[in-house]
């Protein structure tokens, strides 16, 4: 099993839509946890880190679900401009290093 | 801004024919990252700088090799490089370790 495991999509969804898309990790003592954005042929870039509360920034919002070992990301009133790759983040604590999901494609269509 | 770059931006280089990717930045981090990443996998941690103690991945081969003269820069080395080595490489900063990673813009390698 992988430590930390992503649907790959791609998702297409229609513009001004809500979706949702879940991340699953193995290793019960994560530490932190965050969606990065890559748009193609780009870096990734920090969307949001990802709160035991949950957090919510404008149209995103992350949740954690410790019992089950999953984050989430909401994206609602989805935008032309969201159409990227989300890459689910993992800090498990060993020496400095986060693992990586192979992300999930979103492309919004108009 | 403080940043983090990367050059050069694309690389074409010969098979075998070593190369040498650089990363400096801005930000005064101490925690510095070479990822590997290929078309629709996530980025491979090669290893990382804390300050200058050097951590390897255990899957990281020895084709592959780091160098961080100071704070500020950090760079990859390819020794001999193979058709499977070309890749977009990423260059990631963070603060301890333990926050966000800032990555730079990538270099993509191609390998003939």
């Known amino acids: 099993r992988k430590e930390v495991e992503q649907d790959p999509g791609p998702f297409n969804v229609p513009e001004g839509a809500t979706v949702a898309f879940n991340c699953t990790y193995s290793?019960?003592?994560?530490?932190?946890f965050f969606w990065y954005r890559q748009d193609c042929r780009k870096e990734p870039k920090l969307l949001m880190s990802?709160?035991?509360?949950?957090n919510e920034d404008g149209r995103f919002t992350a949740q954690l679900n410790r019992a089950s070992q999953y984050i989430s990301l909401l994206i609602r009133d989805s935008k032309l401009s969201d159409s990227a790759t989300y890459l689910c983040?993992?800090?498990?604590?060993?020496?400095?290093?986060?693992?990586w999901g192979a992300g999930t494609k979103l492309i919004i269509k108009p | 801004d403080a940043m983090v770059i990367q050059n050069p931006r694309y690389q074409v280089t010969q098979f075998g024919k070593p190369v040498t990717l650089s990363c400096s930045q801005t930000?005064?981090?101490?925690?510095m990252y070479w990822y590997q990443q290929k078309s629709s996998q996530a980025p491979k941690l090669l290893f990382h700088?804390?300050?200058?103690?050097?951590?390897n991945e255990a899957d990281t081969p020895d084709n592959f090799q780091s160098r961080r003269p100071n704070t500020s820069f950090c760079f990859l080395d390819i020794r001999s490089p193979g058709l499977g080595d070309a890749a977009m490489y990423l260059c990631?900063?963070?603060?301890?370790?333990?926050?966000?990673?800032?990555f730079g813009p990538g270099t993509r390698l191609l390998v003939l």
């Open positions: 990631a900063t963070s603060r301890d370790g333990k926050e966000t990673q800032y």
């Open positions: 930000l005064n981090h101490n925690v």
């Open positions: 700088y804390y300050d200058k103690d050097f951590n």
């Open positions: 290793n019960s003592a994560s530490q932190s």
């Open positions: 990802v709160y035991s509360s949950g």
């Open positions: 983040v993992v800090n498990v604590g060993r020496n400095y290093q986060l693992i």
